[in-house]
């Protein structure tokens, strides 16, 4: 197969993906029995009413890991090609590529100093 | 026969009776796609069977025993229970995203068998950049998760949701760091590339961290325990999908269970060398059993560890990733390669693992594995430490505790 074939196949294989759980969910859908009342679609809290909005703001913390995870996916799409090409590297290549992480680890210890790791 | 000469034979054959050439080669694809991914969907309903039986088993019961043999058929009335229960969706739910989370999440699961090679001849597609795919498409179902936790309008459902996003997140950056080691080693991102390089030696001899840190991090991006808190039955109820009904339901537990067959297959690749086995080359069926033998063992082995370990708190979770497993993958991945490289230098280090023999790969194998037994050990030295400061200061507590009930006793 040539490269396009191949993400010909991906393609078709992402659109197919789905099909194949929602196929079982309509089998149910035509079967299933249907007696919806107010009490049974309402949202689910133990018993009593839902107070307020659910779609609340949610912690910082949440957020600042988010924030370190993006650094660190980041620069992590980085070093693939660099670990691809270890083998032919010279010395230089090398180092850039040593000092790259040099500058993630870098940045994850002043996270950690700043007490951005700590669950609060 | 090939994967690639059957698609191409079948496009040939209806070429030649009459048929449309676009037409001919679409069908062709589309009967390789429902091959490969029948591989997946037909594990799954063994998987649910498997899964249930070693819980009970490890939990003292009997399991499923009653629909056919040793209740292999479970499944099947399992799947018939499902279909004719009613599928309730919250009024106050956003319809569109809370359909769509379910089927998300399945396909994400089995959208990764696409870069899977089942046999050094039966793959779907041998794409250059495997290992990174792999990554990309795991992390749609962490999106399908926190889809279904919002979508629900429920305060468990999005608490669920929320940790999700905090745990699943933070476990991908050791899981990604620990994949660059059998990149760096194969030097190409095809799993096919990764899997031929280990026919001097597994990657799992060269690096036993790398894999120990990819194995827990798996076991973190499925949610099992001890990370298990997505679910966390006794305090969220269900956590993400407690609205889910019916179906759609039974969607989201088969994902899970694919998830972790998945990874142990995936896990057999990485560094257990795949099909290699004795005589895999004989025939691709004792290849294919080669590959299904180690990564059934992995699974049965995250089965057990999810059986029998606690649940983690979610703070000793996030430190737990980040100020250990995070900085342990990067000083792994640096020790290694630093390792490496000097070793090519001076000549006894292959350039290409590809065509490299035991003979060439083993002075490689036992400075690296020297290298990590040197880091085990000094992390555990680093382990025994902060363990018997946590013991002294629970002891201070505890004292102390002692003596004030006493007090107040007086």
Redesign the interface.
């Known amino acids: 197969?040539n490269v396009l074939?191949?993400w010909?196949?991906?393609g078709?294989?992402?659109l197919?993906?789905?099909v194949?759980?929602?196929l079982?969910?309509v089998?149910?859908?035509l079967?299933?029995?249907?007696?919806?009342n107010v009490l049974?679609?309402?949202?689910?809290?133990?018993g009593v009413e839902?107070i307020g909005d659910?779609?609340?703001q949610?912690?910082v913390?949440?957020y600042i890991?988010?924030l370190?995870?993006l650094i660190?996916?980041v620069e992590?799409?980085f070093?693939?090609p660099w670990?691809?090409?270890?083998?032919?590297?010279n010395l230089f290549g090398?180092v850039a590529?040593?000092l790259f992480?040099f500058l993630?680890?870098d940045a994850?210890f002043y996270a950690?100093k700043k007490n951005a790791?700590?669950?609060k | 026969m090939t994967m690639?000469e059957l698609?191409?034979g079948l496009c040939k054959l209806m070429v030649e009776s009459g048929a449309d050439a676009g037409l001919a080669q679409?069908m062709s694809?589309?009967v390789?796609?429902?091959l490969?991914?029948g591989v997946p969907?037909l594990t799954v309903i063994i998987l649910i069977w498997v899964e249930r039986k070693v819980a009970a088993r490890i939990q003292d019961r009997i399991g499923p025993n009653r629909v056919g043999p040793i209740g292999l058929m479970q499944t099947f009335a399992d799947?018939l229970k499902?279909?004719?229960?009613?599928?309730?969706?919250?009024?106050?739910a956003d319809r569109a995203l809370y359909n769509a989370a379910?089927?998300?999440?399945?396909?994400?699961v089995?959208?990764i068998w696409?870069v899977v090679p089942f046999t050094p001849f039966h793959f779907?597609?041998?794409?250059e950049?495997g290992?990174?795919?792999f990554v990309a498409v795991a992390s749609l179902g962490t999106l399908a998760i926190m889809t279904a936790g919002?979508a629900s309008?429920?305060?468990?459902a999005?608490l669920g949701a929320?940790r999700v996003?905090?745990l699943l997140?933070?476990y991908?950056?050791p899981l990604?760091?620990a994949l660059?080691v059998p990149?760096?080693l194969a030097?190409?991102?095809s799993m096919l590339d990764i899997v031929n390089a280990q026919s001097g030696m597994w990657f799992v001899v060269l690096s036993p961290l790398a894999f120990a840190i990819f194995y827990i991090s798996s076991q973190a991006e499925t949610g099992r325990a001890p990370f298990d808190l997505i679910e966390a039955e006794s305090e969220l109820?269900a956590g993400f999908n407690?609205?889910y009904s019916?179906?759609?339901f039974?969607?989201f537990f088969?994902?899970e269970f694919l998830h972790v067959f998945t990874n142990g297959i995936l896990m057999a690749l990485l560094f257990f060398g795949g099909w290699m086995g004795p005589l895999y080359y004989e025939s691709p069926l004792i290849a294919f059993a080669w590959l299904g033998l180690k990564g059934t063992i992995i699974y049965l082995t995250t089965l057990w560890l999810r059986n029998t370990v606690p649940r983690l708190r979610?703070?000793q979770i996030?430190?737990f990733n980040?100020?250990f497993l995070?900085?342990l993958s990067?000083a792994n991945?640096?020790l290694l390669?630093?390792a490496?490289?000097i070793m090519?230098e001076l000549g006894i280090a292959p350039?290409?693992?590809l065509s490299a023999s035991f003979v060439d790969v083993l002075p490689t194998t036992i400075v690296m594995l020297l290298i990590n037994l040197v880091m085990v050990a000094y992390l555990l030295g680093i382990l025994r430490k902060r363990g018997q400061e946590a013991r002294r200061e629970s002891g201070a507590n505890q004292g102390a505790l002692a003596q004030a009930a006493s007090g107040a006793g007086d």
């Open positions: 197969m074939n191949e010909a196949f991906v078709l294989f992402a197919m993906a789905p194949f759980p929602a079982p969910i089998i149910a859908w079967f299933r029995p249907r007696k919806p049974k679609s309402s949202t689910y809290e133990c839902t659910t779609w609340v949610f912690r913390q949440y890991y988010g370190i995870f660190f996916d992590m799409v070093l693939f670990a691809v090409a270890y083998n032919e590297l090398f590529g040593f992480i993630l680890t994850l950690w790791l700590d669950w | 690639d698609c191409t679409f694809l589309l390789g796609v429902l490969v991914s969907l799947l499902l279909l004719g229960k009613e599928d309730i969706t919250p009024t106050s379910p089927l998300v999440s399945f396909a994400s089995v959208l696409v779907g597609v041998d794409l950049i290992a990174l795919y919002w309008n429920n305060k468990y999005l929320f996003v905090a997140v933070s991908e950056v990604v760091f660059l990149v760096m030097g190409s991102m109820v407690i609205e019916g179906m759609k039974g969607m088969a994902a979610i703070d996030m430190a980040w100020k995070v900085p990067i991945l640096i390669s630093a490496l490289k090519q350039r290409d693992m």
